[in-house]
T-cell receptor
Framework: QKEVEQNSGPLSVPEGAIASLNCTYSDRGSQSFFWYRQYSGKSPELIMFIYSNGDKEDGRFTAQLNKASQYVSLLIRDSQPSDSATYLC???????????FGRGTSLIVHP | KAGVTQTPRYLIKTRGQQVTLSCSPI?????VSWYQQTPGQGLQFLFE???????NKGNFPGRFSGRQFSNSRSEMNVSTLELGDSALYLCASSPRGGSYNEQFFGPGTRLTVL
C-alpha cells in the first residue's frame, strides 16, 4: 500500500514569514513529486513538481526532495494571506501513472 | 490556452440513478484522468484515458466507467448511484500522461446523491 502522509494542520504563520509544508511517502520507487494548492471550494492547482534530489525554486516557492529520507517539502517565502489554502502532495512511482495524493495540509497566513 | 472544462458544474441525483459527466482537456493534451475527492477519502484516482483507450484504472467498482473520444474529450459515467458517491469529481489533463508529466485540473463537478 503506497502511502503519502501530510500533517493536516492547520499550519498558521504570520504574513511575511516562511511557511514549511512537509510530505513523507512510503514507496522507495517513487520518482516524481508534485505540489498542488487547493482553495476552499476550488480544484487543485499545480504549483511545482520535482524529480531530482535537492531544491527547486520558482518565485516564492521552493520544493525540496530527499529520496533517502523519503520526504518532500514545500517552502513558501514571504507568505501572504492569499496563500491560505490546502496544499496537496502527490507522488508517482517510476513507470506508473497512478499518483497517490496526501490528504493535504491546511495553511493559514494571518495579517 | 483555455483550461480544462467540465460540465455540468453541479448535479443532484437520487439513489439508483445514473449520471454522465463531461470533460474537455486543454487543447493538444491527449491524456485525461478522473478523480474523486471526498472529505473522508481525499483525492482518489479513478482512471486515465489516452488516445481513446483506458490506460490506467484505480480501485473503484465497475459502476464507474468512462470513455474518451477522438478529440480527447472524455466522459465519466456512474451507474446505480449510492449515497457514498456524493463527491467532487475532477478531471485532469496532461500532454501525454506518464510519470513525469504534470496534470492540470478542471473546476470539477459537484455531485450530490440524495
Amino acid at each position: 500500500q503506497k502511502e503519502v502522509e501530510q500533517n493536516s494542520g492547520p499550519l498558521s504563520v504570520p504574513e511575511g514569514a516562511i511557511a514549511s509544508l512537509n510530505c513523507t511517502y512510503s514507496d522507495r520507487g517513487s520518482q516524481s513529486f508534485f505540489w498542488y494548492r487547493q482553495y476552499s471550494g476550488k480544484s487543485p492547482e499545480l504549483i511545482m513538481f520535482i524529480y531530482s534530489n535537492g531544491d527547486k525554486e520558482d518565485g516564492r516557492f521552493t520544493a525540496q526532495l530527499n529520496k533517502a529520507s523519503q520526504y518532500v517539502s514545500l517552502l513558501i517565502r514571504d507568505s501572504q494571506p492569499s496563500d491560505s489554502a490546502t496544499y496537496l502532495c502527490a507522488v508517482r512511482a517510476g513507470g506508473s501513472y497512478i499518483p497517490t495524493f496526501g490528504r493535504g495540509t491546511s495553511l493559514i497566513v494571518h495579517p | 490556452k483555455a483550461g480544462v472544462t467540465q460540465t455540468p458544474r453541479y448535479l443532484i441525483k437520487t439513489r439508483g440513478q445514473q449520471v454522465t459527466l463531461s470533460c474537455s482537456p486543454i487543447s493538444g493534451h491527449r491524456s485525461v484522468s478522473w478523480y474523486q475527492q471526498t472529505p473522508g477519502q481525499g483525492l482518489q484516482f479513478l482512471f486515465e484515458y489516452f488516445s481513446e483507450t483506458q490506460r490506467n484504472k484505480g480501485n473503484f467498482p465497475g459502476r464507474f466507467s468512462g470513455r474518451q473520444f477522438s478529440n480527447s474529450r472524455s466522459e465519466m459515467n456512474v451507474s446505480t448511484l449510492e449515497l457514498g458517491d456524493s463527491a467532487l469529481y475532477l478531471c485532469a489533463s496532461s500532454p501525454r500522461g506518464g510519470s513525469y508529466n504534470e496534470q492540470f485540473f478542471g473546476p470539477g463537478t459537484r455531485l450530490t446523491v440524495l
